[in-house]
């Protein structure tokens, strides 16, 4: 009876009910976009680091991966010593590096050396991976700029889809790649004919940037021979994969390789949440206001609903029903308004959020696997509960109000009214 | 006697002013009567009847309704008085809009606690006793201002109290059909109910076994009172 009663109220006047639900399902969904982008980011970042499962980054000693253009020297044995170790699973080293093009519109791209049985940089979408023995391919690196491509020396690469849309390229497409062209390396120019045998999808690289991923030996003898032992980076797995592990791994490669510096993806996502705090404050805020919006709402139009049936209600309170039951009615009321407006606020928060989340991944810079707004049944239930209590807080007062209402005075007003 | 008052007062506030709706009464009704509160507006018989169904407590003095005295119930206790005691009826009927005939009567039912199928069952006899059954399914809005108060009537029956009290039950009605509920009401009466209602119309209160006149407050005829 007192869910028909409720029901009955809010259905009496139906258009500000469905105005009240729209704007409840608003705020809720602004709600859930904000604790979605507080905790999106952070968690799309996580992900991002532990697509492929590795937990370390090791870049040359006090730099951060890719921060700058530091490299490894003596990369073969802190790569054996890694791989020796029971600590460690599986290590992905990576050489970076840009490389000019020709016979195509890119005038450069930047590279990607790797070891394609370990990569975790890219997966490939359309055509062919790189060869898994990355070994046999490292005579293609050839003396001068006399580059026309030869079937025996030609290296097979995996590129980006901006590679493919800016080059004018195609799968199967034959270019030639050279480097030396760095003052600063003051390097012999060497060439290379690259075949393009796939389309990859780099996690780390922004989607509108071109980068190509080569075998790590062949990249190597295109830079030259100060290249045959340096990487940029490298990548490892622990063993056992929690935190703890992950910890003693880190600290043994610290304690081992003076000359690197090991990251784990905890203190990786440190760093970034500190960087992103800025976003969460705003996001914070944001929420908070929709969460007054909210519950503005429900405790108006509860407020409303009570004082036109005063009469009614003081009638009911005449006739024997409890104050209790005035009470459990008319917060149900403000909690069947609330529910049915964060129902569709959820649904309509959804929505916005992928559609915001297309926008803001079109911002230059941005890895091309990175979220702004992560869906996550934690945030729908985190965002669901504070509006639930928001709802039920709101509709407490006007309900307090119903339920203490004076029976006889509010006769007597209505008899005069 | 079901309801004794004993030189009861009551002052209250309304806006910035001080109001003696009721100065010393004291009266006495049995079980079974009939009787109708007059006076002219403002005298203080609404105020009087709130007093004797437990909706108002007097500012001294004391009413006693059924052997309970009100003014030392809790609210708790009052509703639950009011609740299987007392039957309201009210001048503008105050039927709940979003609900049908029959589930408005169902609701003082519904209060108390009783089996959903019991309360049906009964909320369609008490329809049928009032001349409605035939507009069970009907809401307020489809029903006439007499058919409304009879669906009020039945509501205030539900429980089975053996005291009801009526606001100007008349007063929203022409007066034929005020004649027909004050016919209901003669029936009602009949059948065990005690009755008191509250009018400002001489010829209404004439329907009633015995008139409490009221003038400022004060009762205009000295009234018998418990032994």
């Known amino acids: ?90 290590v992905s080293p990576v050489l970076g590096a840009t490389l000019t093009i020709d016979s195509s519109r890119l005038a450069s791209s930047f590279v990607l050396g790797l070891e394609a049985a370990v990569q975790g940089d890219y997966t490939v979408e359309e055509g062919r991976d790189l060869p898994a023995a990355p070994n046999a391919l490292a005579k293609n690196g050839r003396e001068g700029r006399t580059s026309v491509p030869n079937d025996i020396d030609v290296i097979d690469g995996v590129v980006s889809s901006a590679f493919l849309e800016r080059g004018g390229h195609r799968i199967g497409d034959t270019i030639s790649v050279a480097s030396g062209v760095d003052a600063q390396l003051r390097a012999v120019s060497r060439t290379a004919s690259v075949r393009i045998a796939g389309r990859g999808r780099f996690f780390y690289i922004p989607a509108e940037t071109p980068v190509m991923a080569l075998p790590l030996a062949s990249v190597r003898s295109l830079l030259g021979p100060r290249y045959t032992d340096r990487i940029s980076l490298a990548m490892a797995e622990a063993r056992g994969g929690d935190s703890v592990s992950v910890e003693e791994a880190r600290a043994w490669i610290a304690r081992t390789q003076p000359r690197v510096t090991a990251i784990s993806t ?35 139009l509860v407020t409303l609903s009570v004082n036109e049936r005063r009469g ?87 309900a307090w109000r119903a339920a203490s209402m004076p029976v006889a005075r509010a006769l007597r007003e209505e008899a005069v009214g | 006697m079901i309801i004794e008052c004993t030189d009861v007062t009551r002052r209250y506030t309304m806006g910035e002013r001080d109001v003696t709706a009721l100065r010393g009464v004291s009266f006495g009704i049995e079980q079974g009567d009939f009787a109708a509160i007059t006076g002219p507006s403002g005298c203080g018989k609404s105020t009087l009847l709130h007093l004797l169904g437990a909706v108002d407590v007097p500012s001294t003095g004391t009413v006693t309704v059924s052997g309970r005295r009100t003014s030392s119930m809790s609210d708790r206790e009052a509703t639950d008085f009011r609740l299987r005691h007392i039957g309201f009826v009210f001048q503008r009927f105050y039927l709940l809009p ?130």
Not at chain 1, 44 to 50: A, D, E, V, Y
Request: aromatic letters at 4%.
């Open chain 1, 266 to 300: 905890e203190t990786a996502i440190r760093q970034v949440e500190e960087r992103l705090s800025y976003f969460r404050q705003l996001a914070l805020v944001l929420g908070a206001i929709s969460l007054g919006i909210g519950f503005l709402l429900v405790s108006t």
């Open chain 2, 98 to 227: 979003t609900l049908t005939a029959v589930e408005n009567v169902e609701l003082p039912m519904a209060e108390a606690g009783v089996a959903r199928g019991v309360r049906r069952t009964r909320a369609a006899e008490l329809l049928d006793y009032v001349g409605l059954s035939d507009r069970a399914g009907h809401r307020p809005t489809q029903l006439s201002g007499g058919e409304q108060q009879r669906v009020a009537i039945a509501r205030a029956l539900a429980n089975a109290p053996p005291l009801l009290l009526a606001d100007e039950p008349t007063g929203e009605l022409d007066a034929d059909t005020g004649a027909s509920l004050l016919e209901l009401f003669g029936r009602l009466n009949r059948d065990g109910t005690t009755l008191v209602f509250v009018t400002h119309d001489p010829v209404v209160a004439g329907a009633a076994r015995r008139v409490i006149a009221l003038r400022d407050g004060r009762l205009v005829t000295p009234q018998p009172t418990a032994p």
């Open chain 1, 1 to 90: 009876m007192r869910f028909t009663l409720a029901l009955a109220t809010l259905t009496r006047h139906r258009a500000r009910t469905i105005l009240a639900v729209a704007g409840i399902a608003v705020a809720s969904a602004l709600l859930l976009d904000m604790v979605m982008l507080a905790t999106g980011m952070s968690d799309s970042f996580r992900s991002l680091l532990l697509t492929r499962g590795y937990q370390l980054r090791i870049a040359p000693k006090g730099t951060l991966p890719f921060d700058s253009e530091a490299t490894i020297d003596g990369a073969s044995a802190i790569v054996a010593a890694l791989r020796a170790s029971p600590r460690i699973v599986q």
């Open chain 1, 312 to 398: 009614e209600i003081a009638v009911m309170r005449a006739i024997g029903t409890r104050k209790g039951a005035i009470l459990r009615q008319t917060m149900l009321e403000g909690l069947m308004l609330s529910g049915t407006g964060i129902a569709a606020g959820l649904l309509l928060g959804v929505l916005t959020a992928r559609w915001l989340n297309t926008i803001l991944r079109d911002f230059p810079g941005l890895p091309a696997s990175f979220d702004f707004f992560v869906w996550s049944a934690d945030a729908a239930v985190r965002a669901t509960l504070l509006l639930l209590v928001s709802g039920t807080l709101a509709g407490l007062l006007p």
